[in-house]
């Protein structure tokens, strides 16, 4: 038996953070936030918690719900401060040793770091540090940064931090606690988001508000990019370490990574997806009866959609909320079955109906293809479909799982071809100006633009170095070439 994705066609962000300081129930609370952040990563979860003398982890494969429910694990997790990270990550045989916190001793103390985010120089570094005697536990990028941390000659352990980080390149959103601070950083480019907020008097970080929401803690504002917060039990500092850039926050977070109940960037997520539809309802018109989303991701911008067309909305499709992002596939034979696992057509909605089916991308197809034909089998008289991003052309280097360039349906196909393949009557996706505008930039800067957009357009923010030399992700471990 194997354990494979329902749905292997959406883009996947690969972690989420927490961090918390001065609370008696720092670990629970830690947990509660990793829940709300479970969107961010299913597949693993470590909560490292300090006492100030020690510290005390609890990592392991699975969700936060299966790992953290007992109270008795939280009991072993005692401390007023504590860091919690989710992970999605390709399964491997490799899994547990990538489980993050990464936790490290040094001659100044224990250090652990949780990461969100992707270091494109990662291999290179690696690479550089094994031939001068490092040895590395894990495949992960996020180790590059513990050893530059222990090779700096910096004093401190927020110097050494700022040290390891100037070599690395990339996207990070790190949350790092050491005996008596926590530190939260944001690279330069402010790419991943993180947040900053309080509760009872204690400092908290997460990738995002929602995991503030659970616990009743405030979100206080985000952390600038390139801003490092050092807190400790005399207050908290802010610090900018590195040369200033212009900030290239992802824009996938507001089409489909962040939770519609967060507020990102200084907006609601929710109301930018619906903005998003009605951008789309503007730009790709069409006479049809209903606007049905592809639920989840799909809701608030098909919500916007119809009510910038006047067209009623109604729930076509129904999501089984009971099957996981994965599940036991008995045999290959199956397999195909995937999709109706977890989306079923509600054919009293559908059937003779010309029908608007929104969706947040398309990355391979294969999901849109079976959605398509679903929804034609429920009597549907006519399908078209309306994307809430452009067409995903590129890769993400940025902590995002995405399929090679050659995998992307949209690198491979024009809209018409798109459509034909994926079986709808016509195929509309809203603009990069468009989703801009969505997201509150009236005139999108096409030299300098004032979000990443590179999965769309190509235009990478910050250098691939690993990927321009050559190097592959594999090459992070000696064992990954066996799998
Ligand atoms: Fe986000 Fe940029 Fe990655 Fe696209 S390429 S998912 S916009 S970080």
Same mark, same amino acid.
């Given at each position: ?28 609370? /830690? ?54 990270? =989710? ?28 990461? =969100? ?5 990662? *291999? ?8 001068? !005697?490092? %040895?590395? $536990? #894990?495949? #992960? ?36 606690? #050491? ?21 009872? !008097? ?13 616990? !009743?803690? $405030? ?11 050092? %807190? ?18 992802? %824009? ?19 109301? *930018? ?37 006047? %067209? ?54 294969? /999901?849109? /293809? ?24 590129? #890769? ?18 024009? /809209? ?28 999108? $800067? ?38």
């Amino acid at each position: 038996m194997s354990i494979k994705h329902t749905l292997k066609d959406k883009f996947r962000d690969e972690c989420g953070v927490f961090g918390i300081f001065g609370h008696p129930e720092a670990a629970a609370l /830690t947990a509660l936030g990793l829940h709300a952040l479970q969107h961010r990563g299913q597949e693993s979860c470590g909560i490292v918690a300090s006492d100030s003398e020690m510290f005390h982890s609890h990592r392991a494969t699975g969700r936060v719900g299966d790992n953290f429910s007992d109270a008795r694990v939280i009991e072993k997790l005692p401390g007023y401060s504590a860091i919690g990270h =989710n992970r999605y990550s390709t399964t491997g045989p490799n899994e547990e040793r990538n489980i993050q916190p990464m936790f490290a001793d040094y001659a100044f103390g224990g250090f652990a770091l949780a990461h =969100n985010g992707n270091l494109t120089n990662a *291999v290179k570094l690696r690479q550089e540090l094994m031939a001068s !005697g490092s %040895i590395f $536990n #894990s495949t #992960s990028d996020t180790e590059t940064l513990i050893h530059l941390v222990a090779l700096s000659p910096y004093p401190n352990v927020t110097d050494k931090l700022v040290d390891a980080a100037k070599k690395v390149v990339g996207a990070y959103s790190l949350v790092a606690l #050491s005996r008596d601070m926590l530190i939260g950083m944001r690279d330069p480019f402010g790419v991943r988001p993180l947040v900053l907020g309080q509760l009872d !008097g204690a400092w908290l970080l997460a990738s995002e508000s929602v995991a503030f929401d659970i616990i !009743g803690a $405030n979100l206080v504002r985000e952390l600038e990019p390139g801003e490092m917060v050092v %807190i400790k039990d005399n207050g908290l500092e802010s610090f900018h370490p590195f040369t200033t850039q212009k900030q290239r926050f992802c %824009i996938f977070e507001f089409v489909y990574f962040s939770r519609p109940d967060s507020e990102v960037e200084g907006s609601s997520v929710y109301n *930018v997806r619906k903005r998003i539809g009605q951008e789309l309802a503007k730009e790709a018109p069409i006479e049809a009866d209903i606007v049905v989303p592809v639920p989840d991701s799909g809701v608030p911008a098909a919500i916007g959609y119809a009510e910038e067309a006047s %067209i009623p909305f109604e729930l076509g499709i129904i999501r089984n909320h009971y099957v996981g992002r994965t599940f036991i596939e008995p045999s290959d034979q199956i397999r195909h079955l995937g999709v109706k696992l977890k989306h079923n057509a509600n054919s009293g909605t559908l059937k003779g109906k010309r029908v608007i089916l929104v969706d947040d991308s398309i990355v391979r197809g294969t /999901t849109s /293809t079976k959605i398509v034909e679903m929804v034609r089998s429920a009597g549907a008289a006519e399908v078209h479909m309306r994307i809430a991003s452009p067409p995903t052309t590129h #890769s993400c280097f940025y902590g995002v799982d995405t399929p090679e360039r050659d995998q992307l349906l949209a690198a491979r196909y024009d /809209t018409s071809g798109m459509a034909d393949l994926i079986g709808v009557d016509s195929l509309s996706y809203i603009s990069i100006d468009g989703l801009y505008r969505a997201c509150g930039e009236q005139n999108r $800067n096409i030299s300098s633009p004032q979000f990443c957009d590179a999965c769309f357009t190509g235009q990478y923010p910050i250098t691939l170095s690993d990927h321009d030399e050559g190097h592959t992700p594999a090459q992070l471990s000696l064992l990954a070439e066996n799998r």
